[in-house]
């Protein structure tokens, strides 16, 4: 299953409400999660089931879709949220998929 | 709290095999109730799913590295190991071992190693 994810990159200021967009290639169900990476640092899972917050992550981060398309939405940008953030299905555990990623920068 | 730490060695020759150990405390590899992979990142490139030790002691990997991959466990200590067979300079990269959390149902990854740099040189 391939997932591609849109933007690849973009610039936002402190403040914005952007969004990120996750599409498969086949219906995955919500059996989708994101992360957030920062420059030399392991990946930190945001969301999971494509809609649930994982513990700890502030709720200016949402998600949702389901089948095919999906977005991650942060609703008001903070300084740490300039990050990289992926995509990733579980539908096939037998093959687990990311998305290229998306960067997001400062304007 | 889980916590895993990759090893190994940082530079490895073209052709030769690739091998990694995460050490990981706060839980039992062999009866954990949990699903564990290996991550890989080339420089400046996104992450690739290499494989899974699973809970019920299957593994599972991906279809493009199948042929050269082996992912084990020894139980003491307590280990995931990943052999990577004719190590080519596309397998230079970070790799990462994760353990998955709770996610009613679903898999998904809560517990990160940081990461090791793998060069492979020719």
């Known amino acids: 299953i391939q997932m591609t994810q849109s933007p690849s990159s973009l610039s936002a200021s402190v403040g914005d409400r952007v969004t990120i967009t996750c599409r498969a290639s086949?219906?995955?169900?919500?059996?989708l999660n994101w992360y957030q990476q920062k420059p030399g640092t392991a990946p930190k899972l945001l969301l999971y089931?494509?809609?649930t917050l994982q513990s700890g992550v502030p709720s200016r981060f949402s998600g949702s879709g389901s089948g095919t398309e999906f977005t991650l939405t942060i609703s008001s940008l903070q300084p740490e949220d300039f990050a990289t953030y992926y995509c990733?299905?579980?539908?096939?555990?037998?093959?687990?998929?990311f998305g290229q990623g998306t960067r997001l920068e400062i304007k | 709290q889980v916590q895993m730490q990759e090893s190994g060695p940082g530079l490895v020759k073209s052709s030769e095999t690739l091998s990694l150990i995460c050490t990981v405390s706060?839980?039992?590899?062999?009866?954990?109730?949990?699903?564990w992979v290996w991550i890989r990142q080339p420089p400046g490139k996104g992450l690739e799913w290499l494989g899974t030790?699973?809970?019920?002691?299957?593994?599972y990997y991906n279809a493009s590295l199948k042929s050269r991959l082996t992912i084990s466990v020894d139980t003491s200590p307590n280990q995931l190991s990943l052999r990577l067979s004719s190590a080519t300079l596309a397998d230079t990269a970070v790799y990462f071992c994760?353990?998955?959390?709770?996610?009613?149902?679903?898999?998904?990854?809560?517990?990160w190693g940081q990461g090791i740099q793998v060069t492979v040189s020719s």
């Open positions: 706060g839980d039992s590899i062999s009866s954990s109730s949990y699903d």
């Open positions: 086949q219906s995955i169900g919500t059996f």
């Open positions: 990733q299905q579980t539908y096939t555990s037998l093959s687990i998929t």
């Open positions: 089931g494509a809609s």
């Open positions: 994760a353990r998955e959390t709770d996610c009613r149902g679903g898999a998904c990854y809560g517990h």
């Open positions: 030790f699973s809970s019920s002691g299957d593994t």
